[in-house]
């Protein structure tokens, strides 16, 4: 089980995108759609991803990819 440390890690919209390996505004379309879970803090409403939401988006692409 992964310690609280681990599980708070908050991941900014560029993490995510070099993580996925994909563009920024993939990112963002993908937040807009549903696709991967993002929470809004700060008057700017900045976008941020918990490391446990994008570890299973990962590993929910490789169980498809390998079907």
């Keep these: 089980m ?3 440390n681990e599980t708070n890690i ?3 919209i560029s993490d ?3 993580l996925l390996n994909v563009h920024i505004n993939t990112v963002r379309r993908w937040s807009n759609q549903g696709i991967l879970k993002a929470y ?3 008057s700017r409403g900045d976008r941020r ?3 446990e939401d994008i570890d299973s988006f ?3 692409q490789t169980e498809n990819s390998q079907q």
């Design 49 to 51: 991803f918990h490391q």
């Design 2 to 4: 992964a310690s609280p």
């Design 40 to 42: 809004r803090i700060g």
């Design 16 to 18: 995510v995108a070099r």
């Design 10 to 12: 908050m991941l900014t």
């Design 58 to 60: 990962l590993s929910q």
